[in-house]
């Protein structure tokens, strides 16, 4: 299922849709959005540098860690970083997010920040402003690919300090006018869902084509571990948890899937349900007062009905009953007029329309206006 995820944004947008949209929602029981937010971004990077992918290349926008740390990471998932430069461009919003470094440094109090976190465009300093932020995104994709029709996509570590400094409307703004650009391909973020109102994480779903919720892989109802007696289940939390998945298909369908996941020296490792777990899922589904299946004497039943085609070109006439005379005296004109056709058809090779009046009242086909008579 993380395969289909990134599949969906590896595939990309179809032209003139808005790029696929993925949100990744952690919390406090189960912190473990950052381990699938570089699994997926080690995963997209792969088929960019593989060629793969619909973008050529990617824009990291980076929040929570310094631009070294992501190109540290890569390199140790077996990402060739060598050539960086040509398909990966980091906006640092880590370093001095809203400025502060600078003034000092402007003011003399503190040293200049070190070179690699003042490397040209790729710093950000004040992440209040989103249009700003919208625009040094854009021009370093575009660095990336060019001004032509090929895209890239975008990766935000976090939206969490976003809306720290900014509404969740300007926020909404940012990801929406990202995701309607035609040079943008697939967009993703992170999302601690626990520190703001659920109407925050309900807008970001609203917007996003897929929307994977991070849980703990034993809660009760109430949303505390269950059996917490047993510290071998409690153990079982922190390393162990359930990705839940929904996808929202362009017919306007929902898919929802669910996969177990186990996290080990930081590296994400995903595996399908339990048996006990696949009947949870399949509890999910809707309830109807109705089956969806057949049993096995209601296929039968349905085998034995003779549809209406199967029984023509058998040299039996085909009797219509045209619903308005008995049926007895349906079949008998039917007979007759099945069999004259019958005999015109073996004298010619001509197919011939013949039409009987239901009555002597019914008036004959003309171009007078039945309606002449009437003064409107």
Avoid at 242 to 261: A, D, P, S, T, Y
Avoid at 358 to 371: G, I, L, N, Q, V
Wanted: a negative charge.
């Amino acid at each position: 299922m993380a395969e289909s995820i990134c599949r969906a944004l590896r595939d990309g947008a179809l032209e003139g849709e808005h790029a696929p949209a993925l949100t990744i929602r952690d919390s406090l029981a189960s912190p473990f959005g950052f381990d699938v937010f570089t699994h997926v971004l080690t995963q997209l990077s792969s088929n960019i540098l593989a060629g793969k992918s619909q973008s050529g290349g990617l824009v990291l926008v980076a929040f929570t860690r310094s631009p070294s740390f992501y190109m540290r990471l890569l390199k140790t998932r077996g990402i060739d970083v060598a050539s960086s430069r040509k398909w990966i461009q980091i906006l640092d919003c880590y370093t001095d997010p809203l400025g502060w470094k600078d003034r000092l440094v402007d003011s003399g109090n503190i040293t200049p920040l070190s070179k690699e976190a003042s490397t040209g465009e790729s710093l950000c300093k004040n992440i209040k402003d989103m249009a700003k932020l919208f625009s040094s995104i854009i021009e370093l994709g575009k660095g990336l690919v060019g001004q032509g029709k090929v895209r890239f996509c975008v990766a935000i570590d976090t939206v969490n300090e976003m809306l720290r400094h900014a509404s969740i409307s300007s926020v909404s703004g940012l990801i929406s006018n990202l995701r309607s650009n035609d040079q943008v391909s697939s967009i993703f973020w992170l999302l601690h869902s626990d520190l703001h109102e659920d109407r925050v994480a309900a807008i970001l779903g609203y917007m996003s084509s897929i929307v994977a919720s991070i849980e703990p892989l034993n809660q009760s109802a109430n949303g505390q571990i269950c059996n917490s007696e047993n510290l071998s289940l409690l153990e079982r939390n922190y390393w162990k948890g359930k990705l839940h998945v929904r996808f929202k298909r362009r017919n306007g369908r929902v898919r929802v899937m669910q996969e177990e996941f186990d996290v080990e020296q930081s590296v994400i490792n995903f595996t399908s349900l339990s048996s006990g777990d696949e009947l949870i899922n399949r509890n999910l589904l809707p309830k109807v007062q109705f089956s969806l299946q057949l049993s096995e004497k209601e296929q039968n039943d349905r085998a034995k009905v003779v549809l209406p085609f199967e029984h023509q070109g058998n040299g039996k006439p085909i009797h219509i009953y045209d619903g308005r005379r008995s049926l007895e005296d349906s079949h008998n004109e039917a007979t007759s007029v099945s069999t004259g056709i019958l005999q015109t058809l073996e004298n010619s090779s001509k197919g011939e329309i013949i039409y009987l009046r239901d009555s002597d009242d019914e008036r004959p086909d003309s171009d007078e206006d039945p309606d002449d008579d009437l003064d409107i």
